[in-house]
């Protein structure tokens, strides 16, 4: 079966950066796309970045120009790059996997078929 692993959370003053990894294994759909969503207590789960498989990649705007999204194929492991990170950064993190119309709605989370358990960020003032 498939699984995804997140990785690389943790907490952070603001300002400073992190740098999320989901490694996913029993992947066969790795032209599919992929992507981050987060989660913070009270709040809806909202679509952070998602990359395509013909690598277009598509960003929140609260994120954008802070965070990048990037994969390696041989490897299949998800990154994302958090930097300039905010308090209202605070939030669970989840990898997601296999959206087949990415193309279309790279940032909807009922798309995804697979997910990971994920990881926590928080960012202190």
């Known amino acids: 079966q498939v699984q995804l692993v997140e990785s690389g959370g943790g907490s952070v003053q603001a300002g400073g950066s992190l740098r999320l990894s989901c490694a996913a294994s029993?992947?066969?759909?790795?032209?599919?796309?992929m992507g981050w969503f987060r989660q913070a207590p009270g709040k809806e789960r909202e679509g952070v970045a998602a990359i395509d498989s013909d690598g277009s990649i598509s960003y929140a705007d609260s994120v954008k120009g802070r965070f990048t999204i990037s994969k390696d194929n041989a490897e299949n492991i998800l990154y994302l790059q958090m930097n300039s990170l905010k308090p209202e950064d605070t939030a669970m993190y989840y990898c997601a996997a296999d959206n087949p119309y990415g193309g279309i709605w790279p940032l909807s989370a009922h798309e995804y078929l697979y997910w990971g358990q994920g990881t926590q960020v928080t960012v202190s003032s």
């Open positions: 029993g992947y066969t759909y790795s032209t599919y796309c």
